[in-house]
């Protein structure tokens, strides 16, 4: 506004007489009048906090010498070259043979790997800090972890700080701070009966299409159904996610998975450990008070009952997020988060989380122990017989689920769950992005896509372990040091 005004007075100081006098003041004023013009026009610096992690910036950028693992699922290839050209992936090809622009940035990445971006589509921008019924907002940390640890594009499945995620994407998207591009569910969809003091208890159905569309028309891109829905309220929710081509997922209780994929639900949460659909004498409409856990520790992930769920959901295309490392953290025998995780954490979360897993190590007589490698066959089950699985981590529980360093585990559970790694990688890159209806842009290394791609030290495709080795991580074809951003949380998760 300030501008126009400028120029309004700018052309009626122009339609004065034309003195001597005048013409002076005229020749001296336009230079003052044009300079906001000059500076308005000029693209903005990237901001200190984002070129701080910056380690690569090049228009153009050629990767070389590096191993190639694709994301389709195709073997890993040796000895190729990757050029990178304003954000989007130009060549991909053997080194020998791809012509390498004059003007470009070359590295040499030999003993390094190249995959695509992680695609994570259950993932949180809070943390566990009030005993359960209070959840944390983490707008700092989070999104610097999610990036360092390869993640480029996530989902948040759920908030608890309403307009927080679409403000943080707004943030991402115009480059004022670093994170992957997120695509943001709305607040949970719950009804009544839930411990916790940030979410909203729907009063029915026409409460839950008034939600939907409320959050719909304020960004929200994805929806998330909840512990204590009702069948007529998830009903409701699926027909006015669907009226405006968005996607509605859940983690389910009171409503069964079989109701749930009947109802049209795009994708189910967690999988097996949180069914409802094998607790016996079950009540409509109502989760089960003593929980799922000890159903599901009497199942036979073989037997005919789970097997007809799974033939069931992939009949009706419902997708099924794998989060083991939520779960993970329940289990007695398993190890601690690795030590960047435990260290990210502020101290007095790093200790309440501590306290918690030297208590569950000692269990003798938990139902995990049976229940999480149960939740490992039932997901590998699901994808051996065609069915879509995607993967998150899900940083709730007790906050042993550290964003960035548990996106790095997931992959290492997948493949303890019996994927082949390269099967991990395509789960947690092209087939997250399937889902999102991003695969056009990104997922994948392909020429025309964006460069959004982690480089690694190592060969993740023969030892997964090797994805905790990341170096540097591309968005939009500017590369940022995963270490850098990995330090700079040092002691900050559960504060902001």
């Known amino acids: 506004m300030a501008l126009d005004c400028q120029v309004s007075h700018f052309r009626a100081f122009a339609t004065l007489p034309l003195s001597r006098e005048i013409m002076r003041l005229r020749l001296e004023f336009l230079p003052a009048l044009l300079l906001p013009v000059v500076v308005f026009a000029q693209t903005p610096a990237r901001p200190a906090e984002v070129q701080q992690f910056v380690s690569v910036e090049a228009s153009v950028t050629a990767l070389t010498h590096v191993r190639v693992i ?54 949180h921008m809070f943390y566990p800090s009030g005993g359960g019924s209070v959840y944390n907002e983490q707008a700092f940390s989070f999104p610097r972890l999610y990036l360092a640890g390869g993640v480029t594009t996530a989902r948040t499945a759920g908030n608890m700080a309403g307009y927080a995620d679409l403000e943080l994407k707004r943030a991402i998207d115009s480059g004022l701070t670093v994170g992957p591009s997120l695509d943001v569910t709305a607040p949970y969809l719950n009804g009544p009966g839930l411990p916790i003091y940030q979410v909203h208890a729907l009063s029915g159905p026409a409460d839950a299409t008034q939600m939907v569309n409320h959050w719909a028309d304020r960004g929200a891109t994805s929806f998330k159904a909840y512990m204590h829905i009702t069948r007529d309220e998830l009903r409701a929710a699926v027909v006015a996610a669907h009226k405006r081509k968005l996607k509605i997922t859940g983690h389910l209780c009171s409503v069964s998975f079989r109701e749930a994929a009947t109802l049209g639900i795009d994708n189910l949460e967690h999988g097996l450990v949180v069914a409802s659909d094998f607790v016996k004498d079950k009540k409509a409409d109502t989760c089960p008070p003593g929980g799922v856990i000890p159903s599901i520790a009497a199942v036979d992930v073989t037997g005919p009952d789970v097997q007809s769920l799974i033939k069931f959901l992939i009949a009706k295309k419902v997708a099924l997020t794998s989060t083991l490392t939520v779960f993970e953290t329940f289990t007695p025998g398993r190890p601690q988060a690795a030590k960047g995780a435990v260290d990210a954490m502020l101290p007095e979360a790093r200790d309440q989380y501590i306290r918690r897993w030297t208590q569950i190590s000692a269990q003798t007589t938990s139902p995990y122990a049976s229940v999480f490698p149960k939740e490992m066959q039932f997901e590998l089950a699901f994808y051996r017989a065609g069915g879509q699985l995607l993967a998150g981590t899900d940083p709730t529980g007790y906050g042993g689920v550290v964003a960035g360093y548990a996106n790095q585990r997931e992959l290492e559970l997948l493949v303890e769950a019996g994927l082949t790694p390269l099967e991990a990688i395509k789960v947690v890159t092209l087939d997250g992005a399937r889902y999102l209806g991003r695969a056009n842009r990104v997922g994948s290394i392909a020429v025309g896509k964006r460069a959004d791609l982690i480089v690694i030290k190592g060969d993740p495709s023969s030892r997964i372990a090797d994805i905790e080795n990341i170096e540097t991580v591309f968005k939009d074809g500017l590369g940022y040091d995963s270490v850098k951003l990995f330090a700079s949380v040092k002691g900050q998760v559960g504060l902001h």
């Not at 012509?99 to 695609?119: F, N, Q, Y």
């Open 70 to 123: 694709d994301g389709t699922g195709a073997p890993a290839r040796d000895g190729q070259t990757v050029v990178l050209d304003h954000g989007i992936i130009k060549a991909v090809g053997d080194s020998a043979h791809v012509a390498i622009p004059a003007d470009a940035k070359v590295l040499d990445l030999a003993g390094r790997t190249v995959m695509p971006g992680m695609v994570m589509v259950h993932e």
